[in-house]
């Protein structure tokens, strides 16, 4: 089975700090991608990378970077936290070739103050 | 752009009762269609997908979804609900041939009761 791991379950950061939210996955998937769910709004993709050393903007990229340096790892990175950063954010990972399927993470709660 | 409508925002049945979770989407081309669930404090999996062929299409613990192309719907269904069901469930859709990019809709929280 796929797996996808998440550093931190919870989080709780304060506004201005500099955020990093890690992902991991198992199976040598080439696309990664990082979004936040928020309750009525659905999931809204952040970033995806299809490639190491390669991203790409989706949705709401404002306020977040991330950093792919290795095929099994994807990192979100907030620079200076903000209170409208609060949210789940979940990384998911897929094969590149053929229809796929998104395999995900169990999601990082962070929590601003 | 693509984008996905799921109109039910908070559906509360019984056990056994039937149902059908709607989910249309607005694109001009080919799309792969996808449902995800995600139950109370667990990870989002997918429940089932459709990316061409027969157009209803079953999935894990007896769901199926219907896609209809002349009406840009792939709604969810169940004949009879458990309590197990209680999950928020999710459609998405992206453009064939595209590196996987999905497009969510907003939701639809499920609340079965005994």
């Known amino acids: 089975d796929v797996k996808v791991t998440q550093s931190s379950r919870y989080l709780v950061k304060r506004t201005g700090e500099k955020v990093f939210l890690e992902c991991v996955q198992d199976?040598?998937?080439?696309?990664m991608f990082w979004y936040r769910q928020d309750p009525g709004l659905g999931l809204r993709l952040i970033y995806f990378?299809?490639?190491?050393?390669?991203?790409e903007k989706g949705d709401i990229p404002e306020g977040y970077s991330v950093s792919r340096e290795k095929k099994e790892r994807f990192s979100l990175i907030l620079e200076s936290a903000s209170t409208n950063q609060t949210s789940m954010y979940l990384c998911a990972s897929s094969e590149m070739t053929g229809p796929d399927t998104q395999y995900f993470g169990p999601g990082t709660r962070l929590t601003v103050l | 752009a693509q984008s996905v409508s799921q109109h039910n925002h908070h559906v509360i049945l019984s056990e056994a009762a039937s149902l059908e979770l709607g989910c249309n989407y607005s694109?001009?081309?080919?799309?792969?269609l996808f449902w995800y669930v995600q139950y109370p404090g667990q990870h989002l999996q997918l429940l089932l997908k459709?990316?061409?062929?027969?157009?209803l299409v079953k999935g894990i613990k007896g769901f199926e979804a219907e896609f209809i192309k002349s009406k840009f719907s792939f709604n969810l269904r169940k004949p009879s609900v458990q309590w197990s069901d209680t999950a928020e469930y999710f459609c998405a859709v992206a453009p064939s041939g595209t590196a996987s990019k999905l497009t969510f809709g907003t939701g639809t929280r499920l609340q079965v009761t005994l």
């Open positions: 694109y001009g081309g080919t799309v792969n």
């Open positions: 459709y990316f061409s062929g027969d157009p």
């Open positions: 199976m040598d998937h080439e696309n």
């Open positions: 990378s299809y490639d190491v050393k390669m991203k």
